[in-house]
């Protein structure tokens, strides 16, 4: 088996897996549609990067890779900027 279908089948189920547990536990439909959003949304980015990485030059996976890093931290810091506090 390729390395990127075995990445493919471990990404299908985690995030299936991730799909049941939030529909199972939480309780109200606003919470399943936030979650859900969220799941696919990750889904959709995991699968883009492998793809990515296997149909691309290394260089343009790494480039992607900081970018999204430095968004993430951006977000970890300025949560309070964005989101407002409470």
Same mark, same amino acid.
């Given at each position: 088996?390729?390395?990127?279908? *075995? /990445? $493919? %089948? ?11 547990? &939030? =529909? !199972? ?18 889904? *959709? /980015? $995991? %699968? ?11 260089? &343009? =996976? !790494? ?18 900027? *964005?989101?407002?506090?409470?």
């Amino acid at each position: 088996m390729k390395t990127q279908v *075995l /990445l $493919y %089948y471990i990404g299908a189920l985690i995030f299936g897996g991730l799909g049941v547990l &939030t =529909f !199972l536990q939480l309780e109200k439909a606003s919470y399943k549609i936030e979650a859900g959003t969220f799941i696919i949304i990750s889904a *959709l /980015l $995991y %699968y883009g990067m492998v793809a990515l990485y296997y149909r691309s030059r290394k260089n &343009t =996976f !790494l480039t992607v890779n900081l970018v999204l890093a430095v968004l993430a931290l951006g977000g970890i810091f300025f949560n309070h900027v *964005l989101f407002g506090t409470h």
